[in-house]
């Protein structure tokens, strides 16, 4: 009986919470840093804490530094719910990010209404809320967004294709993949291709040669894949080791950079908002050298969309003013309009009505075994996001 | 079960004395002032440790029924996750097809619960040990999958969203109206186990427990009782996965993974077999865990770094947490409290008296 | 002619890994949960051993299995020799927190992320074609010749060596065989050694081919199922229900729904457990101790 009392009086007084700096922006971040999702989500959060770390190294915004809470919820619903609990309530945070699986989505969103703080989504895929007209709290930097991606991929297929195209989609068994390989397939339908086979893929599949095995026999000659980067990649070695010799094109996810080069295959290309840092371009160099002066786990082209989410943080931060709260925060998001010097297409512009982008731009990369290195197929398209 | 009295001079004469949860006066006094400590955290704590302590007492409520089934009961289940999991998704379900209140969702979630706890339980009649470990095991996974299933199907891409409870046309939402009911809540079922354990099913359980076979013998229905056993066991479970739901507001199948199930048996074992107070403790410790070593990790130099390792660590250290507490303490967090007990009591002497000498 | 290949693979695979809990069941009783992370395992010391022995990839995957071994021999000497005449429940759970520990370990030294260990070895994996129109890849080929050669040698081993006969001894009344001057011990952390070792090809192989990370583990415990349908205690029961469950699985696959992978081998369990729930080849018993 005693001990219970004991217990619960020790748990009260070990978990003082941090004295919060008052001088200071507070942001919290939740994201799967490790577990199953935190190959895609966790170096975003690394690159938005380089990026911070560099701002307040030279002084940070209006003279003040940012204090950045990042919270790890190994992409699930019930933890990342109880982290944005606590950065919502106990550290009073102006604004939440979040980079984790959709499925983290729903809680959060719940919680950020109820304290009626800004959510911007960075790393995690873009929720159809963002786009217009969007819901008042929830904003995303992410290069990835439903429906976009689908729809740019089949036009850069139809426009390559030499020959009728019969094409292929495989997708994981998580509910937005499914949804937007759906989607692709009636467009592909619509657009004059014929849909040949559709496979959904468990997460945890030791051996993807059964479903590759499927996908071959239908005999597609252009196959999309929009999933998590696993399932992409390893369909495709499988459908190789299958003899199959058709045309693979999927979503660049972070880890695409450093898999081409691996794959080394000239028919594998990766379509993208993000460019590539084989481009070395002036702000790749930046990020490289800043990785390498950080000592970051990750590779350094890994770090852009985390960069992306720093270089609009700023702009949100600086144009909010001090003392900034939450609905200053929000306010000054609803109007941003941010350069991502060469990183993304163009610029990340945010209004009452769209939480996106105004227009969302793909480039496609593959390797080219001519130059044995990765080389743009088709630059940069642009599409209004109405 | 009597057990001895701690007092010197208390003599109990009669057999409700004998069964009665609370006799002497110490007893008496120290339970006021535990449930007036826990009426009044509330009005001390920050939301934050009012979000730990109804996490406790959700995990209190499952860890007290696996407690039932696996302590007292013997059969080892490995289905835990799966039963949360359904009566989660009863909420989940009913609120969304058919925007059923939660009188109507509770009582259905504790029915499904008992049905699948007649399912997991049928293995039970045939196998023992090992065997029945692992058929509950593979219940779990088909659950999951039909749970996932309906998610995909029924396009609840990102999981079911539940509302808060309505009372009165009131939504239940602070944190304090929570922290109350799932005290309550926990509470009841600790009552619930407590009289189940001290009336004929409880004997009947313990029986079974040591020998099957002897069981039969003396007239225990051994079929009915294994079944009773994984009934309650299962119905308690999917009323803590509903509570569960509705705290949460959310409903995914990702949250009912087998990790879950290995901290509900980390909280039978590690609290204590064959004891409720076991059950309690091992609730609080395993629910506090990951945020003990989440301070600690913090408390080194060098803190931000190292939050990408804390799930790493977390799971590394909880497995070596394990392993310790079963190689050298195998009557877990109970087995310390008596020993720290008895030293007191016993003091200055270091042994109790032998077996066959009362007194 | 494509899907006797992929059974085949597959069922190479499983069976593979299922003689590992075969054999610690069959000595002394304990069911192994932390097989897949012990597998895993394998394949990460692979990975680093790759990266120190880069131009001599032999010598990289011997090194590779002889540190499996030493695993198998520490796990067992550190800390199941204590859990010996304990309770069922206490063993599994113990080995399941061997299995947790070993996940965050893994992490903790290699990071979450996918690693290639064909790439740092410098192999390649093409397909090669066999009869019919079927191709496999190279490292798959090499899965089922090693599975063969795996079991040829264990049941050699067992049946005429004579620290086999020993195994199988101290597996069917530990207390006379202790009598008869067997060390129960030395034993215990053969199997155990073993057990590592085969799990250790295993995943080493799923590495090679397909890449290597934290999903292994699900592989592990999806071969639990082959073993308990084969009987726990019968290697060539072993192989059998990984045919059987390889079968049902790619099967189930190909002509029902591909989702249905992850859940088949449990149905296929299930069934098993229903109906005889002993397996194929095993012993009857009653398990009285929990």
């Known amino acids: 009986m005693l001990a219970r009392v004991l217990a619960a009086a020790l748990a009260a007084a070990a978990l003082v919470c941090s004295a919060n700096a008052q001088d200071a922006y507070v942001i919290g971040v939740t994201g799967a840093l490790t577990g199953p999702a935190a190959g895609t989500n966790g170096p975003p959060i690394e690159g938005l804490r380089l990026y911070v770390d560099r701002l307040n190294a030279s002084g940070g915004i209006n003279g003040k530094k940012i204090q950045l809470t990042v919270l790890d919820d190994q992409g699930e619903p019930s933890k990342a719910a109880a982290n944005a609990k606590r950065l919502l309530t106990q550290e009073n945070v102006s604004l939440l990010v979040l980079s984790s699986l959709s499925s983290t989505f729903a809680p959060v969103i719940a919680e950020t209404r109820r304290a009626n703080v800004a959510l911007m989504l960075m790393g995690a895929v873009c929720p159809k809320e963002v786009y217009p007209p969007a819901d008042l709290l929830q904003f995303c930097t992410t290069a990835y967004a439903g429906g976009y991606d689908s729809r740019a991929t089949l036009a850069f297929i139809k426009e390559t294709a030499k020959e009728p195209v019969r094409i292929g989609f495989a997708a994981m068994a998580i509910p937005l993949s499914r949804g937007e390989i759906d989607y692709a397939e009636e467009q592909a339908k619509a657009m004059g291709m014929t849909p040949v086979d559709k496979e959904v893929i468990p997460p945890p599949t030791a051996d993807y040669t059964p479903f590759a095995t499927k996908l071959k026999d239908a005999n597609p000659n252009w196959i999309f894949s929009w999933a998590p980067w696993v399932t992409q990649v390893k369909t495709f070695e499988a459908l190789r080791r299958l003899g199959w010799e058709g045309d693979y094109i999927t979503w660049a996810h972070i880890e695409a950079e450093s898999e081409l080069a691996r794959l080394k295959d000239g028919k594998f290309y990766v379509i993208g908002a993000n460019s590539l840092f084989q481009d070395n371009l002036p702000i790749h160099k930046q990020i490289v050298e800043e990785a390498k002066k950080a000592n970051i786990r990750y590779p350094a082209e890994q770090m852009t969309e985390g960069w992306i989410g720093g270089l609009v943080l700023e702009a949100v931060l600086k144009a909010g003013g001090w003392p900034a709260d939450a609905a200053k925060v929000r306010a000054a998001m609803e109007n941003v309009k941010v350069d991502t010097q060469g990183l993304r297409g163009g610029p990340i512009e945010w209004s009452k009505e769209n939480h996106f982008r105004t227009r969302q731009y793909y480039r496609v990369y593959r390797w080219d075994p001519a130059k044995s290195a990765v080389a743009v197929t088709k630059d940069w398209v642009a599409y209004d996001v109405k | 079960m009597s057990r001895s009295p701690r007092a010197s001079g208390y003599f109990r004469t009669s057999y409700d004395q004998d069964l009665a949860l609370v006799q002497t006066r110490l007893e008496r006094t120290s339970l006021g002032v535990f449930i007036v400590a826990l009426l009044a955290f509330p009005l001390i704590a920050s939301p934050f440790q009012l979000d730990l302590a109804c996490q406790v007492f959700l995990a209190s409520i499952g860890s007290l029924s696996l407690m039932l089934l696996t302590g007292y009961a013997g059969q080892i289940s490995l289905g835990h996750a799966g039963l949360l999991a359904a009566g989660a998704f009863t909420v989940g379900i009913l609120f969304r097809e058919a925007n059923a209140p939660f009188w109507i969702t509770l009582p259905a979630a504790a029915a499904v619960g008992g049905l699948l706890g007649i399912i997991f339980g049928l293995p039970s009649l045939r196998l023992r040990g090992l065997y029945l470990a692992v058929s509950t095991l593979a219940l779990h996974f088909v659950v999951i999958y039909l749970g996932g299933e309906y998610e995909a199907r029924r396009g609840f891409s990102t999981g079911i969203v539940i509302d808060p409870p309505k009372l009165g046309g009131v939504s239940i939402t602070d944190a304090r109206a929570w922290y109350f009911i799932l005290l309550g809540a926990a509470a009841a079922t600790l009552l619930v186990c407590l009289n189940l354990l001290r009336a004929r099913t409880g004997r009947a359980w313990r029986a079974l427990r040591t020998r099957e076979t002897v069981a039969e013998a003396l007239g225990i229905g051994v079929a009915s009782y294994k079944l009773l056993a994984f009934v309650i066991s299962s119905a308690a479970t999917a009323v803590a996965g509903a509570l569960f739901a509705y705290y949460r507001g959310f409903v995914s199948v990702e949250a009912f993974s087998l990790f879950l199930t290995i901290q509900y048996l980390a909280m039978v074992i590690i609290g204590g077999m064959g004891s409720l107070l076991g059950a309690l403790l091992g609730a609080i410790f395993v629910t506090l865990f990951p945020y003990i070593i989440e301070i600690g990790l913090l408390a080194l130099p060098g803190a931000q770094r190292h939050a990408s390792l804390l799930f790493a660590m977390n799971y590394a250290a909880f497995g070596l947490v394990m392993i310790l507490f079963l190689m050298f303490e195998p009557l877990g967090l109970v087995g310390m409290w008596r020993r720290m007990q008895s030293y007191f009591l016993l003091w200055p002497f270091k042994h109790r008296p032998a077996a066959g000498s009362r007194g | ?290």
């Open chain 3, 1 to 290: 002619m494509q899907l006797i290949a992929n059974i085949t693979v597959l069922a190479a695979i499983y069976a593979l890994l299922a003689c590992g809990y075969v054999l610690i069941y069959r000595v002394s009783r304990v069911m192994n949960m932390a097989h897949g992370e012990l597998a895993m395992l394998g394949a990460y010391l692979l990975y680093t051993t790759a990266s120190l022995f880069a131009d001599h990839p032999v010598s990289a995957i011997a090194a590779a299995l002889v540190l499996s071994l030493t695993v198998g021999v520490l796990v067992y000497v550190a800390l199941m020799r204590k859990m010996t005449g304990q309770m069922v429940l206490a063993a599994i759970l113990t080995t399941i927190a061997i299995g947790i520990l070993l996940r965050g370990v893994i992490v903790l030294i290699w990071s979450a992320s996918q690693q290639h260990p064909l790439q740092v070895l410098k192999f390649s994996n093409p397909s090669i074609e066999l009869i019919g129109g079927a191709r496999i890849s190279t490292c798959a080929a090499l899965m089922v010749l090693a599975t063969v050669a795996v079991y040829g040698a264990l049941f050699a081993f067992l049946r005429f060596g004579r620290w086999g006969m020993r195994l199988r001894a101290a597996g069917q009344n530990p207390l006379l065989a202790a009598q008869r001057g067997i060390n129960l011990n030395a034993i215990y952390a053969l199997a155990w050694a073993l057990s590592t070792l085969t799990g250790s090809i295993a995943g080493m192989l799923i590495a090679l081919d397909s890449g290597l990370d934290q999903t292994m583990v699900v592989i592990g415990l999806k071969a639990f199922a082959p073993a308990l349908v084969g009987g726990l205690d019968s290697l060539l029961g072993a192989l059998l229900g990984a045919v059987i469950v390889a079968a049902a699985e790619v099967l189930a696959i190909h002509y029902i729904d591909p989702l249905l992978s992850d859940v088949v081998p449990f149905l296929v369990l299930i069934a098993t457990l229903i109906v005889r729930p002993w397996g194929l080849f095993g012993t009857r018993e009653e398990l009285d101790r929990v």
